[in-house]
Structure formats: structure tokens, C-alpha cells
């Protein structure tokens, strides 16, 4: 989002700006605009949607050690977190260089694809209930690249050593 508005008022510096660059400039801050809205609502509903998310966790796998639960818990917070940031500004290559880069490693050497699946899948169903579809539109590409990184890339390399 920044490099959008910075190339516009570079470009800007020895004349004004033709129709069709000020059209792109209104469609840039109206998309601001709306991208601030859904930061702001991911901000103050984090406690209630993984709330919701750590009590099916417990019941979905009352087994299963707490510490392992709370650290897959941690993960998609901190991927909500940076996803929210990273639509904020509208730049996949800031999620992928905060996150993914480091947290794919954590989560590649814990075996913990079913547990981090389940907390996706609430994750996702949460947000679809809570934001409009429009706003899910501009938040789900940072969501499906976490899924693909953090959780098909390990499957399948598992499934590659295994020799399936």
C-alpha cells in the first residue's frame, strides 16, 4: 500500500496528477479505509474468536498435552497478527519475511499438523462469521498463504519422506 502511494507522489513532484492517477489515489485510500476497519475488528475481537477456538481445541483433544495446544494457539495468533498487518498494508512480502520465514521452521520441527489444522480451520470459520465476505477477500490471501506454508508444505514433505 505504502510503494502505491509512494510512486503516485513521486511521480507527482513536477506536476499534478492526470485524472486517471488521482482515480487510482481514491481507490487506494477508500481500500485503506476499508482495510483499516477490518484491522481494527480483528484487534478487538482476537480474546472472543480464540477463545472460542481454545475451548474446541480442549474438547476436540482432551488428550492432548496443554503446552502443545497453547503453542499452536500462540502460532495462529501470531499469524492473525501479521496477517492483519500485512493486509493492512497490503504486502504479501512483509507476511512472508515476519512470519512465515521464521515460524514455518517451528512448526515444521514440532509434529503438530493435525492440532495447527484444527486451530485454521475455527480460525477461518470464525472470521467468515464475524467479517463480510468482502472483507474476508482481503484478509484470506494472507490466511490460505499461512495454511500453505505452515501446514500443506509439511504435510507433504512428510509424506515425501515417508515415501508415500
Known sequence: MQKDFETLFYEAEDHY?????LASLKDSANTLKKRLEIYQSLRDQEIPIFQF???NLVATFPN????RLEKGLK???SVMRYS???MLLNNPDYF???ILEWLTDIVQAQDMVTIENH???NLKQGLEEML???QMQLLNPFLEQAKITLLETKSQSKTLMLGE
Do not use: G, K, T, V
Request: proline residues 7%.
Open 17 to 21: 496528477l492526470p485524472s486517471s492517477d
Open 53 to 55: 477456538i481454545a475451548d
Open 64 to 67: 492432548e498435552d496443554n503446552q
Open 75 to 77: 502460532h495462529w495468533m
Open 84 to 86: 492483519a498487518m500485512a
Open 96 to 98: 512472508r519475511h515476519r
Open 119 to 121: 486451530i485454521f480451520e
Open 132 to 134: 463480510s465476505p468482502e
